[in-house]
Nanobody, 122 residues
């Protein structure tokens, strides 16, 4: 069973950058579509970015041009580079995996990890 551990969150000022990491264990990341999601207080969890095993990517409109999802198969890790951060990016960020890209897009991916907190504030 695939397990993920998110890291790299923190507090940053508007306009700043962070890189989140998602370490995958229990399987090989190259076998899965991967997604990054976020949940702000009082809001539902939403997809931020996803990519297929072959590299096709999907981004939420709110982060296009600012966030980049990538993976390092050798390290079994997926990254989310976040630039030009805004206060509305404040949320707990989660990653997850599934062999079905459609399920990754829908967030229908089973259990969730603890996530990593990102706070954007001046």
């Amino acid at each position: 069973q695939v397990q993920v551990v998110e890291s790299g969150g923190g507090a940053v000022q508007p306009g700043g950058s962070l890189r989140l990491s998602c370490k995958v264990s229990g399987s090989i990341v190259s076998m899965y579509a991967m997604g990054w999601y976020r949940q702000a207080p009082g809001k539902q969890r939403e997809l931020v970015a996803a990519n297929t095993r072959s590299g096709t990517t999907t981004y939420a409109d709110s982060v296009k041009g600012r966030f980049t999802i990538s993976r390092d198969n050798a390290k079994n890790t997926v990254y989310l580079q976040m630039n030009s951060l805004k206060p509305e990016d404040t949320a707990v960020y989660y990653c997850n995996a599934n062999s079905d890209y459609g399920r990754v897009i829908r967030g229908d991916v089973g259990s969730w990890g603890q996530g990593t907190q990102v706070t954007v504030s001046s």
